[in-house]
């Protein structure tokens, strides 16, 4: 086993040990800044590629999903120098992660159906409050709501359900900004669901969608490498990976 490995294992077990995921993004984050951009690279290249055996490889590449996390955790000088080094060594899966191109689709969340319409008539302020109260019909009428705020209440909401939030992580057109909270969720972003509908959504930054493939079956793999309305560099990935597993 290689000084690098060995460092990566330990860190791991490290995580393991840490009860709240910003812990153990700062951790991972604090460790990594100890090492050189390219074993940094390298590092989060060995964490993707150890698979099922790393028990903790799991727990530690869902802290890569969030991209503002990561890059404020690393800081943003180390966060480029890792992509670069991650070019330069020609790790595709971590240069995919570090790479923050834009959706394929571009689009804003919205009311469209004639029960959720009359929320458009409230102010801001109204449905922000609203999103917090536990009346299940209000829940569901708000779950098309444009802005980041209501639906943050809406997944932090004790009477919300997976139902719902499918809804909102599957919802097309949808904004980045409210799938990334859907993705960033500390409850939700573990529902194997939620991670399949927000990976398969075109207006998902494609970034966060590489981030995920990972985690995800081999059918959904399959199914995301032949969607044309996703973006390429996701559809690439999702490609690489079902060669790694044939």
């Known amino acids: ?11 791991l077990s490290d995580l393991s040990a840490l009860p709240e995921e910003k812990m153990r993004l700062d951790l991972l984050c604090r460790r990594l800044s100890h090492l050189s951009p390219e074993n940094s690279a390298r590092a989060i290249d060995l964490i993707y590629r150890m698979g099922p055996p790393a028990v903790h490889a799991k727990k ?20 480029r120098l890792i992509y670069l080094a991650s070019l330069e060594l020609g790790l595709k899966k971590v240069s995919r ?7 394929l689709k571009k689009g804003l969340s919205g009311y469209e159906t004639e029960e959720e319409a009359p929320m458009e008539h409230l102010s801001l302020g109204e ?22 705020m209501v639906i943050g209440n809406i997944l932090n ?50 970034r966060i969608t590489v981030a995920l493939l990972e985690s995800l079956m ?5 199914a995301i490498a032949e969607d044309k309305t ?8 999702a490609k690489d990976i079902v060669k790694e597993r044939a």
């Open 230 to 237: 996703i973006h390429q560099q996701a559809r690439e990935a």
């Open 127 to 148: 449905r922000r409050a609203l999103s917090k109260k536990q009346a299940k019909d209000v829940i569901d009428r708000l779950l098309s709501d444009p802005d980041p």
């Open 157 to 206: 909401n004790p009477r919300t359900t997976e139902k719902e939030v499918l809804k909102v992580a599957s919802k097309r057109p949808n904004s980045p900004a409210i799938l990334k909270l859907v993705v960033a969720h500390g409850k939700w972003s573990k529902r194997y669901g939620v991670k399949k509908a927000v990976a398969l959504n075109p207006y998902t930054p494609p």
């Open 60 to 79: 530690a590449a869902s802290l890569l999903v969030d991209p503002e996390g990561l890059k404020t955790a690393l800081g943003p000088e180390r966060y």
């Open 1 to 11: 086993m290689t000084n690098l490995e060995e460092f990566v294992h330990t860190l």
């Open 218 to 222: 081999t059918q959904d793999l399959r």
């Open 97 to 103: 992660l570090f790479t923050d191109l834009p959706p």
